[in-house]
């Protein structure tokens, strides 16, 4: 085994790891983390948790690190040093390897065929996301992604994961759900073990005190830097970097603000030109991207040499122009960055010169740090501009924050981090998600009136809830337009999207329908994924979004693949190359179920429950109804039923009446008929109900309630129970399951209806008790590990002759 400095240099190339961070490699693993900006934590988090799991061979250190970050901007630079990192460790892979994979979860999921993180859960890998993406999947809401692989990342994320809150004091709303996630995992249990750990450069006990976390407290193992760590050369160095601080001479005042703040900005560009200094680099931070986007363009008429934009509602390809340029030496003339409060935290920038708006006190401790930040020069100055209380721009923050800033700052003239005094604002009164709260989040069905339970109280700030849009060139219908990539979407503010949709069309993908459907400015909500017309305008490369460009064509962004919107009624994974017998898939899935649950070390009575499921969970696929949709007059003569075809497109789920013409059944769902011959055939099985939830749920489309849908046909005579295409009679052939054989299959839908009925329990009453005995961390990690080995077989499948 290596030891941990070796370790560390291999991965870093620095000669020596600070102290502090190889007692987290070596010590207790603590819970906070609390270490000033510029101090290397994200390496002494990542290194630390790869020794322990790949050297020490800690088994109780969870397999999945997740780094939730309360800013976009950091995602891409976070990701990037890790990948460098385990590449010089040669321990950088794909999903499947056997390495250690790193994932970005910013939206625009790939295709089922595509082998994920998701896919492989007995292996290591390291997850970066947003606290949007990443805190909304862990509340089986995932913003930008099919709704229909919500439980798949909640069961994940809450099982065998070490969950990793980077600069806290930005997390507004998500901080207090953070904590309460910790706790209910505490009480209601996890399969495998998971964790957290709270870091932050501006750390306060207080800001972790919520109602269900409380009683830990006391508990928390706490890792700061001791006399050792401040002996280090490097450590002192950037303590005492020498940082004169005074106010700007311009104001953001309630007379320069009229006229979208013209004056403000003229007079801003113009002191900037006069401080910045030649050969160095100059960084402006302020508050708001669209007084962002002004300074960017008066500077720019005033420059040989453009500055550079920095926020949050770029499209990745060109913040990743953007953040390169960054990165690049300084030219030889010195530069400008315009920036938001996007790089207040984690980038790894410095400037000899530094302009910020008045913030609060926590959040300009951080812009601070983009200033002389490792000492490397002689002297450095910092402005900040104030921001007059009769102005009215505080947002995004609070006035009482500013004028408490304002008072800070006034009373000091160096921002050494030596000098500055210590966080100690209060976190403010936020929305609280509580146990309830969650258990009724589990139930994932589409709500029918189009609104989802909205989250965004938990994640983010009033006024800072987040959608994303995406642009695709067309004339007046969308039409079959694909799902969006990851590539082409781009975040926007709820305000500056209703500002857009204020003269503008946008269209929002329905799985019920399955279509775009047109959708007004008033119903959007957080994490959306919303269409776009390229023609209206709204993007430019060097700006990003801005709502008053109306004028620019936004070039779309070109796709290699084309993947469709996932729709109630589609299923992505039945379409391949060959016919493949139903008995064979079964059979496959069988197996990688007992294969995944003895990688993943689970017990003999779980493994057994996970693997007959699977070999149950398509037996519904024997429906005529599904056999007509994907084999039409072009299937095999023998060999059926049949699980996959080559059959492409939207399925026509249909059976034949007597007179040879077609009976409709929109929207059929194999995995209701699959569950229901379970039930008829298995009255006996201890785990009965479980194994019944875990075969319909295995698409994500049938889980805790059991109801018609809209767009459904109705049986003649409306007599007969009807849900997902399945109607009350309808029979399933004989079937041979693994040497098994079931015969002929009525299906029943007494179960439909609340209390208690021919079959028994009603199947609201079956899966609420299902979700008091095993909680729904539980449960969603079952319901995962049947799916996973569902994608798995069927790859296996594909590429199989």
Same mark, same amino acid.
């Given at each position: 085994?290596?030891?941990?400095?070796?370790?560390?240099?291999?991965?870093?190339?620095?000669?020596?790891?600070?102290?502090?961070?190889?007692?987290?490699?070596?010590?207790?693993?603590?819970?906070?983390?609390?270490?000033?900006?510029?101090?290397?934590?994200?390496?002494?988090?990542?290194?630390?948790?790869?020794?322990?799991?790949?050297?020490?061979?800690?088994?109780?250190?969870?397999?999945?690190?997740?780094?939730?970050?309360?800013?976009?901007?950091?995602?891409?630079?976070?990701?990037?040093?890790?990948?460098?990192?385990?590449?010089?460790?040669?321990?950088?892979?794909?999903?499947?390897?056997?390495?250690?994979?790193?994932?970005?979860?910013?939206?625009?999921?790939?295709?089922?065929?595509?082998?994920?993180?998701?896919?492989?859960?007995?292996?290591?890998?390291?997850?970066?996301?947003?606290?949007?993406?990443?805190?909304?999947?862990?509340?089986?809401?995932?913003?930008?992604?099919?709704?229909?692989?919500?439980?798949?990342?909640?069961?994940?994320?809450?099982?065998?994961?070490?969950?990793?809150?980077?600069?806290?004091?930005?997390?507004?709303?998500?901080?207090?759900?953070?904590?309460?996630?910790?706790?209910?995992?505490?009480?209601?249990?996890?399969?495998?073990?998971?964790?957290?750990?709270?870091?932050?450069?501006?750390?306060?006990?207080?800001?972790?005190?919520?109602?269900?976390?409380?009683?830990?407290?006391?508990?928390?193992?706490?890792?700061?830097?001791?006399?050792?760590?401040?002996?280090?050369?490097?450590?002192?160095?950037?303590?005492?970097?020498?940082?004169?601080? !005074? $106010?700007?001479?311009?104001? @953001?005042?309630?007379? %320069? *603000?009229?006229?979208? &703040?013209? /004056?403000?900005?003229?007079? +801003? #560009?113009?002191?900037?030109?006069?401080?910045? !200094? $030649?050969?160095?680099?100059? @960084?402006?931070?302020? %508050? *708001?991207?669209?007084? &962002?986007? /002004?300074?960017?363009?008066? +500077? #720019?008429?005033?420059?040989?040499?453009?500055?550079?934009?920095?926020?949050?509602?770029?499209?990745?390809?060109? *913040?990743?122009?953007?953040?390169? /340029?960054?990165?690049?030496?300084?030219?030889?003339?010195?530069?400008?960055?315009?920036?938001?409060?996007?790089?207040?935290?984690?980038?790894?920038?410095?400037?000899?010169?530094?302009?910020?708006?008045?913030?609060?006190?926590?959040?300009?401790?951080?812009?601070?740090?983009?200033?002389?930040?490792?000492?490397?020069?002689?002297?450095?100055?910092?402005?900040?501009?104030?921001?007059?209380?009769?102005?009215?721009?505080?947002?995004?923050?609070?006035?009482?924050?500013?004028?408490?800033?304002?008072?800070?700052?006034?009373?000091?003239?160096?921002?050494?981090?030596?000098?500055?005094?210590?966080?100690?604002?209060?976190?403010?009164?936020?929305?609280?998600?509580?146990?309830?709260?969650?258990?009724?989040?589990?139930?994932?069905?589409?709500?029918?009136?189009?609104?989802?339970?909205?989250?965004?109280?938990?994640?983010?700030?009033?006024?800072?809830?987040?959608?994303?849009?995406?642009?695709?060139?067309?004339?007046?219908?969308?039409?079959?337009?694909?799902?969006?990539?990851?590539?082409?979407?781009?975040?926007?503010?709820?305000?500056?999207?209703?500002?857009?949709?204020?003269?503008?069309?946008?269209?929002?993908?329905?799985?019920?329908?399955?279509?775009?459907?047109?959708?007004?400015?008033?119903?959007?909500?957080?994490?959306?994924?919303?269409?776009?017309?390229?023609?209206?305008?709204?993007?430019?490369?060097?700006?990003?979004?801005?709502?008053?460009?109306?004028?620019?064509?936004?070039?779309?962004?070109?796709?290699?693949?084309?993947?469709?919107?996932?729709?109630?009624?589609?299923?992505?994974?039945?379409?391949?190359?060959?016919?493949?017998?139903?008995?064979?898939?079964?059979?496959?899935?069988?197996?990688?179920?007992?294969?995944?649950?003895?990688?993943?070390?689970?017990?003999?009575?779980?493994?057994?429950?996970?693997?007959?499921?699977?070999?149950?969970?398509?037996?519904?696929?024997?429906?005529?109804?599904?056999?007509?949709?994907?084999?039409?007059?072009?299937?095999?003569?023998?060999?059926?039923?049949?699980?996959?075809?080559?059959?492409?497109?939207?399925?026509?789920?249909?059976?034949?009446?007597?007179?040879?013409?077609?009976?409709?059944?929109?929207?059929?769902?194999?995995?209701?008929?699959?569950?229901?011959?379970?039930?008829?055939?298995?009255?006996?099985?201890?785990?009965?109900?479980?194994?019944?939830?875990?075969?319909?749920?295995?698409?994500?489309?049938?889980?805790?309630?059991?109801?018609?849908?809209?767009?459904?046909?109705?049986?003649?005579?409306?007599?007969?129970?009807?849900?997902?295409?399945?109607?009350?009679?309808?029979?399933?052939?004989?079937?041979?399951?693994?040497?098994?054989?079931?015969?002929?299959?009525?299906?029943?839908?007494?179960?439909?209806?609340?209390?208690?009925?021919?079959?028994?329990?009603?199947?609201?009453?079956?899966?609420?008790?299902?979700?008091?005995?095993?909680?729904?961390?539980?449960?969603?990690?079952?319901?995962?590990?049947?799916?996973?080995?569902?994608?798995?077989?069927?790859?296996?499948?594909?590429?199989?002759?």
């Amino acid at each position: 085994m290596k030891d941990f400095e070796s370790f560390f240099r291999q991965a870093t190339g620095l000669p020596t790891p600070y102290p502090y961070q190889s007692r987290l490699a070596e010590d207790d693993w603590p819970e906070v983390l609390d270490i000033p900006t510029g101090l290397g934590k994200t390496a002494a988090v990542t290194l630390g948790w790869l020794y322990r799991r790949r050297e020490k061979g800690e088994t109780d250190m969870p397999r999945r690190l997740v780094w939730c970050l309360p800013m976009r901007v950091l995602v891409e630079q976070t990701h990037r040093n890790i990948r460098e990192w385990l590449a010089a460790l040669d321990l950088l892979g794909e999903p499947g390897d056997g390495k250690v994979s790193t994932h970005l979860l910013m939206g625009g999921e790939p295709s089922l065929r595509t082998a994920t993180w998701a896919s492989y859960p007995e292996e290591e890998s390291i997850l970066i996301g947003t606290q949007d993406m990443l805190l909304s999947r862990a509340l089986m809401r995932g913003y930008g992604m099919s709704r229909y692989q919500w439980p798949v990342h909640f069961g994940l994320l809450h099982n065998d994961a070490l969950w990793v809150y980077d600069e806290i004091q930005l997390m507004g709303a998500a901080l207090p759900t953070s904590t309460q996630l910790e706790a209910f995992r505490r009480t209601l249990r996890t399969q495998r073990s998971t964790r957290s750990l709270w870091a932050s450069a501006t750390l306060h006990r207080n800001w972790l005190d919520t109602v269900d976390f409380r009683p830990h407290l006391e508990t928390l193992g706490w890792l700061s830097l001791n006399d050792e760590d401040r002996r280090h050369d490097q450590v002192t160095q950037r303590l005492t970097a020498k940082k004169k601080l !005074q $106010p700007a001479r311009t104001r @953001l005042t309630a007379d %320069n *603000r009229k006229s979208k &703040a013209a /004056a403000y900005i003229k007079g +801003l #560009a113009q002191e900037i030109l006069e401080e910045h !200094q $030649p050969g160095s680099q100059t @960084l402006v931070i302020l %508050n *708001r991207v669209e007084r &962002a986007q /002004a300074l960017h363009a008066a +500077l #720019a008429k005033q420059m040989e040499t453009a500055p550079l934009l920095l926020h949050a509602r770029f499209r990745p390809p060109e *913040r990743d122009e953007i953040e390169s /340029a960054i990165r690049a030496e300084t030219p030889a003339e010195g530069r400008i960055i315009v920036a938001t409060q996007a790089v207040e935290a984690g980038v790894d920038i410095s400037s000899r010169v530094l302009f910020t708006e008045l913030a609060p006190w926590s959040s300009l401790v951080q812009r601070f740090g983009r200033c002389n930040r490792g000492g490397e020069h002689p002297e450095a100055t910092i402005y900040w501009i104030d921001i007059e209380e009769e102005s009215k721009e505080a947002l995004p923050y609070e006035m009482e924050d500013l004028l408490a800033a304002r008072e800070q700052l006034s009373a000091i003239e160096s921002a050494s981090p030596g000098d500055l005094p210590a966080v100690d604002a209060a976190t403010g009164i936020r929305r609280v998600i509580r146990r309830r709260d969650l258990i009724d989040l589990f139930n994932t069905d589409p709500d029918l009136s189009g609104f989802d339970v909205d989250i965004s109280a938990y994640i983010r700030d009033p006024g800072q809830a987040q959608s994303q849009v995406f642009w695709r060139d067309f004339e007046d219908d969308p039409g079959e337009q694909p799902a969006p990539t990851r590539e082409e979407l781009c975040p926007v503010g709820l305000g500056q999207l209703k500002d857009y949709l204020s003269k503008r069309k946008a269209w929002i993908w329905d799985p019920l329908s399955e279509r775009w459907e047109p959708v007004r400015k008033d119903r959007i909500r957080p994490g959306q994924q919303l269409l776009l017309q390229s023609r209206a305008g709204g993007y430019t490369a060097t700006a990003g979004f801005d709502a008053t460009d109306s004028k620019s064509f936004v070039e779309p962004i070109q796709m290699d693949t084309a993947i469709l919107a996932e729709s109630q009624g589609s299923d992505d994974m039945t379409v391949m190359k060959r016919y493949v017998p139903l008995s064979e898939h079964l059979q496959d899935v069988d197996a990688a179920g007992a294969d995944l649950a003895e990688k993943l070390e689970q017990d003999e009575a779980l493994a057994e429950i996970i693997a007959t499921a699977g070999r149950w969970h398509d037996v519904g696929k024997a429906h005529e109804a599904f056999q007509n949709a994907i084999t039409g007059d072009d299937a095999p003569g023998d060999g059926g039923p049949w699980a996959k075809s080559p059959r492409g497109g939207r399925p026509n789920f249909h059976v034949r009446n007597e007179d040879g013409t077609k009976q409709q059944r929109r929207g059929f769902r194999h995995e209701l008929a699959s569950a229901l011959a379970w039930l008829e055939h298995q009255s006996d099985h201890p785990q009965r109900d479980l194994i019944a939830y875990l075969i319909a749920a295995h698409h994500g489309k049938v889980r805790l309630g059991l109801r018609a849908l809209p767009n459904e046909n109705a049986p003649p005579g409306g007599q007969r129970l009807f849900a997902r295409g399945v109607w009350e009679g309808d029979r399933l052939p004989p079937l041979r399951l693994n040497g098994q054989s079931v015969p002929e299959t009525e299906l029943r839908l007494d179960l439909m209806k609340l209390g208690r009925g021919p079959q028994g329990p009603s199947w609201t009453e079956r899966t609420r008790q299902l979700l008091d005995e095993h909680g729904p961390f539980k449960l969603a990690w079952f319901e995962a590990l049947v799916r996973i080995a569902d994608w798995r077989a069927s790859r296996e499948e594909e590429h199989s002759p």
